[in-house]
């Protein structure tokens, strides 16, 4: 459903500046890119609307570049946004949820609250299980960082 006349031509508008937002991130410009995030945010926002699937990719690009950035509470913020916007297009048990748990994991990880965490990961992984099969590399993955979690717990034990 389109909320504006700008349509499709605006999504594919906000599409064009993601995808020049991804190449500076490859570049290591992360300021550039974050600009570039926020043009493809506002586009979309107005083409499509502040709840479409869309937005929330964005979101999740710039969550990225935050946490990149160190700006970890900025990152936690966008990474709640698109979680929200994910479940409500995709349903909870997507396997995108999962993704979103984990890298909102990995926030609370870098911000050393690792109870919290682990708890996330936990969610990440009980959703890419189900939807991914206990196989697939994505599980692998949030099984090695809840691995890390569980050094890092033990090393501030000792």
Do not use: C, W
Request: proline residues 1%; charged residues 25%.
């Amino acid at each position: 459903m389109e909320n504006t006349a700008l349509g499709q031509e605006g999504r594919s508008v906000g599409v064009d500046y993601n995808n020049m937002a991804n190449v500076l991130k490859s570049q290591g410009k992360r300021g550039e890119a974050m600009n570039m995030d926020e043009k493809a945010l506002a586009i979309k926002v107005k083409a499509l609307g502040a709840e479409d699937r869309s937005v929330g990719n964005t979101d999740g690009n710039m969550a990225n570049v935050f946490q990149r950035q160190g700006k970890l509470d900025d990152a936690m913020d966008m990474y709640e946004k698109a979680l929200a916007i994910t479940i409500k297009a995709l349903g909870p048990e997507h396997s995108s949820v999962g993704l979103a748990y984990n890298n909102m994991a990995n926030v609370l990880k870098s911000q050393g609250k690792l109870g919290e965490a682990m708890k996330m990961y936990e969610k990440a992984l009980a959703i890419k299980v189900k939807a991914l099969g206990a196989e697939h590399s994505s599980v692998g993955n949030t099984y090695g960082n809840m691995t890390n979690v569980l050094q890092r717990q033990v090393h501030l034990a000792r």
